[in-house]
């Protein structure tokens, strides 16, 4: 009986003692929790912020004015029978914009053919002649002669009869027209009036402490209504300025081309002034967070957003940075993919 009162015990023991272990091991692993796998930031195309050489520029008002203006007068007399384009109009260049009768020029051209033909017969018998010894050279001189007044009677016969067909002499718009059908014109009537949309020009008053640097890089940028930029480096810079207000009148020849631009408005235009250097970023890296423009910059073990003061936007839509960041470190190309990865990260840890 002692012995198993002695075995009992001995079991108890061991219970108690592995009880003890048990409990003592949850404590010790309460007091330390096993250590948190390291943050994976995720895969972001990122940007490398830099120093980067931008132009300074100052901005004026220039009115657009055309380079191809002009009014076609009439070259020969007649009567007005066709006007097919009115004011506003289109015009593309070697459109036909009027036409006069032309039965007498045609008589009269047909009149020079016939006396060029027979004098150039004559002409040709001469020659023959001559080389024969057939007659005198004097004659001969008489037949050239003829031929030649011939000749230049058809010629200005022919000059007439075109002249009663008057076309664009470039692309444009009719700007106003000073005849109507049936109106009988004589050489040297004003009939129509147009200008080239394809061939502008600014004109920009440059005050006289700004046209050292204007003179110097020569070259400006025209801002459209759209948001893009022409560039131009055309311009043409007088070698005075205006005694009554001091300042250069500069003249921006602008790129060929349709650029929704019309003659008498005004127009936004940049001359480059001198150079600097910039950090610069892309807007598709910018985030809003209602007032606040910031960047997500990529760190080693972290994904944080920084507040950013910002200027204004270069010609290429890229912006400046003021204040916020420092080059050489990196930032997150995509500002939603960013975004995106930030949250996910942040829900992570919560």
Known sequence: MK????????????????L???????ACSKDSPTPAAPKKIPELASIQLSLQTTAQEVKYDG????????????????????????????????????????????????????????????????QEMLAKKLIAKADFDKSEAAFKSAEANLREAEQNLAYTAIYAPYAGIVVSRAVNVGETVSPGKALMTGLSLEQLRAQVDIPQQHIGPVRKYKKALIYLADGNTLESSDLRIPPSADPQTHSFKVLVNLPEGDHQLFPGTFVKIAFVTGEREQLLIPASAISKRGEVSGVYVIKEDALEFRQLNLGSPTRNKDYPILAGASAGEKIAADSIAAAIAYKNLHSAEQ
């Open 20 to 26: 003890s272990a048990v409990i003592f091991l949850s």
């Open 63 to 126: 009115m657009i004015e055309a380079i191809n203006q002009a009014t076609v007068s009439a070259q020969t007399s007649g009567r007005i029978v066709e006007i097919p384009v009115d004011v506003g109009d289109l015009v593309a260049k070697g459109d036909l914009i009027i036409r006069f009768t032309d039965t007498e020029q045609k008589a009269r051209a047909a009149s020079a053919k016939a006396q060029f033909t027979e004098a150039q017969a004559q002409y040709t018998r001469m």
């Open 3 to 18: 012995v198993k009162l002695a075995n009992i015990k001995l079991i108890n023991f061991k219970l108690m003692a592995t």
